[in-house]
């Protein structure tokens, strides 16, 4: 028997979609409850031992800042901290961290235990009952009903999963787990469309038998700079990673089991991650390159094992053995697991509105690997953003949606559910837009009100961040008053090789020289942001101050960018309006707007094959009022495009 009768929210599967939705629901108040197939893998890791990366970092920081766990997690079970691309400009500046694997998926377990409102229920979920195009209910494979006002599901790679390794192939969603079956079906059976996508992961190996002597170490950043914007600094012993290579020794024994390999020999249907190839993929595709990059990163502080980064694969296990002992360190090592992929079931995104719920089934919301995502991250943001926009759906309040110009999460969700995805999507800085404004620095300024806003930012770390936002302001400001002159600052100019001043000068014009650092304008003028140089919270905002004032003119040309967007995504379109009425339209905007229904005229006009005449014709609309049977009205598409032209 299960504990409620009814629940507000009962999120399917606990991986990284699942908790993060299940935590939402229930620390807004909801009756959730979190159903998953084994209890044991609550948060598991199914691949790298890892969070975080280029843009994947940014991800996470805007989650932690909305109130998600993931970011609390990983500085708790890390043992590894980096900042990536600390070479190139903010706007790709990205945090990377290892993870204790066991540790990570241990915390988030207990995260959900803990948490109010929050039951957690090992079963599998076999079908959905639907009554008048609503949920209603989660059949499971013990044989019960358990009746809900909303669903969320993420079973990650879990529907139908085939294992295949060379020529073998068994029914599995990862390894050692059973492959969920029903859900599909049962989707199928309510009209939904799915398809077939694929994933891999390589082999492991015992450290113990590693030669590092032969690799080179890849140590963690001092001091470790934190995910959560909660966390003021991380003290911990890092485990470094290393870095080996392969070679065309390498190269010849894997190319002898293409004939064998699931993918070249046609076994595996569904499409692979373009971004995140496996190693039989780079040998073919780069038939020039002479070798290729190896991290063998440690899978946790209680294990000897390490996890071979790079060399995904699905080849015969004897080949994989054989190709590996040829890698300078790893001539004489053990594997303990072999590489795999897997085959699974997916729904094209395109069947979701922007917040997530379904177009098909009302109150059924979707999120992670199910929408064709790969990564932990960009799964852990949709589940979060599903399980807010659930509960919001059972108060009958309006969904929280963020857009392209606001985050990262904005521009994942809106490409998904706008231009759906035929391969597993992963998230890059170059899917956005405006980079330079959403950068993994400003998620806190950017996103935390709104996790106020929803309840889930305490009020102390939210008057923290009104304190730095005044901080930021007060301190820009006393920049632009503050004077210099010539003879104060030349020398540290000259010495700097930027051209010395001739009359006094500002320090924020100082600090838009590249060359100069804010830290070197210490002790000009008089700032409360001198005084408290090394307190974390002026670190914060001198950080800002310094990218605001550096950036200033891509900034603002950004900003107005945006402004110019936003007017578009303002501009809301019905949802039941019937698009084969405006004879106006090209036949296939007209197709395409009736089958993708998008809310606004921004996202209409992000859809491939609506033009951007079909653009002005909704416009012109949206000024009228939407009325089907605008054709019948006598308004033609002659008398609609002389109108426009006037
Ligand atoms: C072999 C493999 C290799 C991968 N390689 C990479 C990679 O190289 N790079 C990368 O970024 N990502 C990779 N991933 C993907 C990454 O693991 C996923 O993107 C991420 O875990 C997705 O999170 P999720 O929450 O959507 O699903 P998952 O983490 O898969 O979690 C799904 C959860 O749902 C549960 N579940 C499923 N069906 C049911 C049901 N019917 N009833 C109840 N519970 C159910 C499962 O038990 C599990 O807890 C790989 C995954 C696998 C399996």
Same mark, same amino acid.
């Given at each position: 028997?299960? /504990? ?20 939402? !629901? ?137 294992? =295949?390794?060379?020529?073998?192939? *068994? ?75 392969? /070679? ?38 780069? !038939? ?20 071979? /980064? ?42 979701? =509105? ?97 996790? =106020? ?21 007060? @301190? ?17 100019? %000259? ?10 000068? /500002?320090?924020?014009?100082? %600090? ?38 550096? *950036? ?27 698009? =084969? @009425? ?65």
């Amino acid at each position: 028997m299960y /504990n409620q009768d009814l629940y507000d929210v009962l999120v399917i599967g606990a991986g990284h979609a699942g908790t993060e939705a299940a935590l939402a !629901a229930a620390r807004m108040g909801a009756r959730t409850m979190l159903m998953t197939m084994n209890i044991f893998t609550i948060g598991q890791m199914s691949c790298n031992p890892a969070i975080g990366g280029v843009a994947k970092g940014q991800l996470v920081r805007e989650l932690d800042a909305l109130g998600g766990e993931m970011g609390l997690a990983i500085d708790d079970a890390g043992i590894q901290f980096r900042m990536l691309n600390k070479s190139k400009g903010p706007a790709v500046w990205s945090p990377r961290a290892q993870a204790d694997r066991v540790q990570y998926a241990t915390r988030v377990r207990f995260a959900c235990e803990q948490q109010p409102n929050l039951e957690i229920r090992q079963d599998m979920a076999t079908g959905i009952v639907v009554r008048n195009g609503q949920i209603t209910g989660v059949r499971t494979m013990t044989g019960s009903v358990i009746e809900t006002r909303t669903v969320v599901l993420t079973a990650g790679t879990f529907l139908n999963g085939i294992i =295949h390794v060379g020529l073998t192939n *068994y029914s599995a969603g990862r390894a050692g787990e059973f492959a969920a079956k029903g859900m599909t079906e049962s989707l199928l059976e309510l009209g939904f469309e799915t398809g077939r996508l694929k994933t891999g992961t390589p082999p492991r190996l015992n450290g113990r038998t590693i030669d590092f002597s032969k690799t080179e170490s890849q140590p963690g950043d001092e001091p470790p700079p934190p995910f959560s914007f909660r966390h003021d600094k991380l003290t911990l012993e890092q485990m470094p990673c290393h870095l080996t290579y392969t /070679n065309e020794e390498t190269h010849a024994i894997l190319r002898t089991g293409l004939d064998r390999s699931p993918m070249y020999s046609g076994r595996i249907q569904g499409v692979g991650p373009r971004y995140c190839p496996s190693i039989e993929d780079k040998i073919t595709r780069f !038939a020039e390159r002479t070798r290729h990059q190896i991290f063998l990163e440690p899978e946790g502080r209680q294990t000897t094992e390490y996890y071979v /980064n790079g060399f995904s694969t699905s080849l015969p296990e004897e080949v994989q053995v054989k190709a590996i002992h040829t890698i300078p360190g790893l001539e004489n090592v053990q594997v303990t697991r072999t590489g795999y992929a897997v085959e699974y079931d997916y729904f094209p995104p395109t069947q979701l =509105h922007p917040w997530l719920e379904t177009k098909p089934v009302a109150n059924l919301f979707f999120a992670g690997q199910v929408n064709g995502t790969t990564g932990y991250e960009e799964a852990a943001v949709q589940g979060f953003m599903a399980g807010v926009n659930a509960v919001l759906k059972t108060r009958g309040e309006e969904p929280f949606i963020l857009n392209r110009s606001e985050a990262y999460i904005g521009v994942l969700i809106d490409d998904l559910v706008t231009k759906g995805t035929i391969e597993p999507y992963r998230m890059f800085t170059s899917r956005a837009e405006y980079r330079l404004l959403l950068r993994q620095d400003n998620a806190d300024l950017r996103l935390l009100p709104h996790g =106020h806003r929803l309840g889930l930012i305490d009020d102390t770390t939210h008057q923290n961040l009104q304190n730095k936002k005044r901080g930021i302001k007060e @301190t820009i400001a006393a920049l632009r008053e503050l004077y210099v002159r010539p003879e104060e600052i030349n020398e540290l100019l %000259l010495a700097k090789g930027t051209p010395p001043i001739t009359q006094n000068e /500002n320090l924020q014009k100082i %600090l838009r020289r590249p060359e100069i650092q804010l830290s070197e304008l210490r002790g000009f003028g008089r700032l409360e942001l001198w005084d408290q140089w090394n307190d974390k919270f002026w670190q914060n905002v001198a950080e800002q101050v310094e990218i605001e004032i550096k *950036y200033a003119g891509f900034i603002e040309r950004e900003r107005e960018a945006i402004a110019r967007f936003e007017r578009l995504e303002e501009k809301k379109l019905p949802l039941s309006f019937d698009y =084969h @009425t405006l004879s106006a339209l090209s036949a296939e905007a007209r197709e395409k707007l009736n089958k993708l229904r998008p809310a606004s005229i921004g996202q209409a006009a992000r859809i491939s094959g609506v033009s951007p005449a079909d653009v002005t014709v909704l416009l012109m609309h949206l000024r009228r009022g939407f009325t089907n049977g605008a054709e019948e009205a006598g308004v033609s598409r002659e008398t609609e495009l002389t109108e426009l032209e006037e």
